[in-house]
């Protein structure tokens, strides 16, 4: 109680400006705490025991409370799953850690990202990698996540308005790809835009889904592999 109480004052001030900012540092240590807690438990599934200390440092320094709309800012940092508007969700911190790290980003890497949604994981994939490419269907939240991400000064990441379900021939090959709605099936062309010895985390299904990652081989082979059973928002078609 004392504590909503709390909260609605932070958010009121920030509303009015009166006072700086609220930055959540502590809540957000705290939210990296339980993501790190619940790899070991899991790990029998994901294959993961411990997060790469990157992958960490990234979740501990973005601000995801400055993806969401205002009124959500105060439960920005429980792992949960929370609404975007246009029926869109941002995922859960635990999911974008786990998909992150199943990406093996470099910071040497070019990713592509389908479904920018609030543009949070964006933000962490643009800690981590060179460049960071980005496409979003729903023009609304393409803007929005778009403007966050300039005025928070994430330069390595251009973004479009459009169907991801043709990657971005453009600026391929990527060295990672993830999609984060969920489609039926891979879309070829995301398979095609990968390079040799690239790595793709993909949800795939309908009401069952699986958390997939594929990679392919030096020789364009593709290897996919079941990770978990999740819960995506579906992939829409232009
Ligand atoms: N990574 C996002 C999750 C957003 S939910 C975040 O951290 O907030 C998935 C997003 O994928 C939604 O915003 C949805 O509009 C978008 N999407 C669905 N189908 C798409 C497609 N074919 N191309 C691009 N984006 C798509």
Redesign the pocket.
């Known amino acids: 109680m004392r504590r909503s109480i709390l909260t609605a004052f932070a958010l009121a001030t920030l509303a009015t400006g009166a006072v700086a900012a609220e930055d959540f540092v502590t809540e957000r240590r705290l939210m990296v705490q339980e993501i790190e807690s619940m790899a070991a438990p899991l790990a029998g599934e994901t294959g993961i025991a411990k997060f790469d200390p990157r992958v960490l440092r990234a979740l501990t320094e973005t601000p995801r409370h400055e993806?969401l709309p205002k009124e959500l800012a105060g439960v920005a940092y429980k792992n949960r799953t929370l609404s975007?508007g246009?029926?869109?969700?941002?995922?859960q911190p635990f999911i974008?850690a786990l998909m992150s790290e199943l990406l093996h980003v470099k910071d040497t890497d070019r990713v592509l990202?389908?479904?920018?949604?609030?543009?949070?994981?964006?933000a962490?994939l643009s800690a981590l990698a060179r460049e960071v490419y980005t496409?979003?269907?729903?023009p609304e939240?393409a803007t929005t996540?778009r403007n966050v991400l300039a005025r928070l000064g994430y330069a390595n990441v251009t973004a479009k308005t459009?169907?991801?379900?043709k990657g971005w021939r453009e600026y391929a090959p990527f060295d990672a790809i993830?999609?984060?709605?969920a489609?039926d099936y891979v879309?070829p062309a995301l398979i095609e835009q990968l390079k040799p010895g690239g790595r793709m985390v993909i949800p795939v299904g309908g009401l069952l889904q699986d958390l997939m990652l594929i990679t392919k081989k030096p020789d364009g082979m593709t290897i996919s592999t079941a990770i978990v059973p999740v819960r995506?928002?579906?992939?829409?078609?232009?």
Do not use: K, N
């Not at 990202?113 to 964006?122: A, D, F, K, M, V």
């Not at 993830?178 to 709605?181: E, L, M, P, R, W």
């Open positions: 993806f975007i246009h029926g869109q969700t941002i995922s974008v990202e389908i479904g920018t949604g609030s543009g949070y994981q964006t962490i496409i979003e269907i729903i939240l996540a459009g169907d991801g379900y993830i999609v984060t709605a489609p879309p995506f928002v579906p992939f829409i078609r232009e």
